[in-house]
């Protein structure tokens, strides 16, 4: 509670934040054929790169990224790798964490944006308001709030993409993208995907909303897949699966790694029948298939292995969309947590939630 109230009252202070902390976008004398920070651009095709696949295809695509960038920016965007540097994400606006590693859509003209994004695209899911679709909704959703009265703290150019370490099908990389209420960390060893987490997932506004004339969704499915799992219980396991006090935040968010309970607590979804276990393996799925989606298969697997060792708890309501509900899948890798929280810029609730893996996050080093 006490960090949620803090959250708030900074949120309130954002204005100032903002206006003393103004900066030049970086622009090198050479980008003057395009203005920086239009962040509407759509990700490129690299056609260079299309006969590729997999993990070459990612490789080849990150080379074309950085071979966008001056050379001033490619030591920005490009870093050595350590988890030190990977540990630095937050769901806060940058206007008020100001520590992430990397260079912002705002500072990027719309070339390199779109070849940012096709990166992120090549390292994200296919299903239907999942992985790029889902990132393309959670850019709207700030740009939505920068016009709701947010501000310039608000808004998809303050969204900050790094490398760390060199893109390769032999050695230690991630794809590190975020800003407010997102964080994508995938870490790669030896031509393989070795961690997607930790996985940050917010929202405001809550639910549908439209913008520029298009309908977002960004967290309905996983709103609607916890519920429909919470829903899925009797009676007698939902006071099994009843976690006692309030729950206001997530236990595992920003800089509170490895903050797992020794104990897992609720209903066991090995005691469910098969019927209520696959709504526990469709909440799963939300987050999962964020990533591309042979990669997306295999974490899948390893979690319906391990899925009757994996507990389910709740906190609040089970609709998922009153302040203090609360939810979380506790297992032997996977945890997932949901907690809808007070609106901030809006008057409306909003969730916050957080993939993490428990031998996976940051490719488990």
């Given at each position: 509670?006490?960090?949620?109230?803090?959250?708030?009252?900074?949120?309130?202070?954002?204005?100032?934040?903002?206006?003393?902390?103004?900066?030049?976008?970086?622009?090198?004398?050479?980008?003057?054929?395009?203005?920086?920070?239009?962040?509407?651009?759509?990700?490129?095709?690299?056609?260079?790169?299309?006969?590729?696949?997999?993990?070459?295809?990612?490789?080849?695509?990150?080379?074309?990224?950085?071979?966008?960038?001056?050379?001033?920016?490619?030591?920005?965007?490009?870093?050595?790798?350590?988890?030190?540097?990977?540990?630095?994400?937050?769901?806060?606006?940058?206007?008020?964490?100001?520590?992430?590693?990397?260079?912002?859509?705002?500072?990027?003209?719309?070339?390199?944006?779109?070849?940012?994004?096709?990166?992120?695209?090549?390292?994200?899911?296919?299903?239907?308001?999942?992985?790029?679709?889902?990132?393309?909704?959670?850019?709207?959703?700030?740009?939505?709030?920068?016009?709701?009265?947010?501000?310039?703290?608000?808004?998809?150019?303050?969204?900050?993409?790094?490398?760390?370490?060199?893109?390769?099908?032999?050695?230690?990389?991630?794809?590190?993208?975020g800003g407010h209420h997102f964080a994508l960390a995938?870490?790669?060893?030896?031509?393989?995907?070795?961690?997607?987490?930790?996985?940050?997932?917010?929202?405001?506004?809550?639910?549908?909303?439209?913008?520029?004339?298009?309908?977002?969704?960004?967290?309905?499915?996983?709103?609607?897949?916890?519920?429909?799992?919470?829903?899925?219980?009797?009676?007698?396991?939902?006071?099994?699966?009843?976690?006692?006090?309030?729950?206001?935040?997530?236990?595992?968010?920003?800089?509170?790694?490895?903050?797992?309970?020794?104990?897992?607590?609720?209903?066991?979804?090995?005691?469910?029948?098969?019927?209520?276990?696959?709504?526990?393996?469709?909440?799963?799925?939300?987050?999962?298939?964020?990533?591309?989606?042979?990669?997306?298969?295999?974490?899948?697997?390893?979690?319906?292995?391990?899925?009757?060792?994996?507990?389910?708890?709740?906190?609040?309501?089970?609709?998922?969309?009153?302040?203090?509900?609360?939810?979380?899948?506790?297992?032997?890798?996977?945890?997932?947590?949901?907690?809808?929280?007070?609106?901030?810029?809006?008057?409306?609730?909003?969730?916050?939630?957080?993939?993490?893996?428990?031998?996976?996050?940051?490719?488990?080093?």
């Amino acid at each position: 509670m006490k960090r949620f109230f803090n959250y708030v009252v900074i949120m309130l202070m954002c204005p100032m934040l903002v206006l003393s902390c103004s900066s030049d976008n970086g622009t090198s004398s050479s980008e003057t054929e395009e203005e920086t920070g239009s962040t509407t651009a759509d990700p490129i095709d690299i056609t260079t790169c299309d006969s590729e696949t997999g993990i070459n295809q990612l490789v080849c695509i990150a080379e074309a990224f950085l071979s966008q960038l001056s050379s001033s920016e490619q030591t920005t965007v490009q870093l050595s790798y350590s988890t030190t540097t990977a540990k630095k994400w937050s769901n806060f606006p940058e206007s008020i964490y100001r520590n992430r590693p990397g260079l912002s859509f705002g500072e990027m003209t719309d070339t390199k944006v779109s070849y940012a994004k096709a990166l992120i695209k090549a390292a994200a899911g296919t299903t239907s308001n999942e992985g790029w679709e889902e990132i393309e909704q959670t850019l709207n959703a700030d740009d939505y709030l920068n016009a709701a009265g947010g501000g310039s703290g608000y808004g998809a150019g303050n969204y900050y993409i790094a490398i760390l370490g060199t893109p390769s099908t032999t050695g230690l990389w991630e794809i590190m993208f975020g800003g407010h209420h997102f964080a994508l960390a995938n870490t790669y060893e030896g031509g393989v995907l070795v961690g997607a987490t930790p996985s940050f997932r917010g929202i405001e506004p809550y639910g549908t909303f439209t913008y520029n004339s298009e309908s977002n969704q960004p967290l309905n499915q996983e709103r609607d897949a916890f519920s429909e799992m919470l829903e899925g219980l009797s009676s007698s396991e939902l006071t099994t699966a009843k976690l006692s006090g309030t729950w206001n935040d997530l236990l595992c968010g920003p800089q509170s790694d490895d903050n797992f309970p020794s104990t897992a607590s609720g209903v066991q979804v090995g005691t469910l029948t098969s019927a209520q276990q696959e709504l526990v393996m469709a909440a799963i799925k939300t987050y999962v298939l964020d990533i591309a989606d042979d990669d997306a298969a295999d974490i899948l697997t390893t979690y319906e292995n391990e899925l009757s060792n994996t507990y389910v708890s709740y906190s609040g309501t089970t609709t998922m969309t009153t302040k203090g509900d609360y939810v979380r899948i506790d297992g032997p890798s996977v945890w997932i947590e949901f907690s809808v929280q007070n609106g901030v810029i809006l008057s409306d609730p909003h969730p916050h939630s957080v993939w993490r893996d428990k031998n996976g996050d940051y490719g488990g080093n």
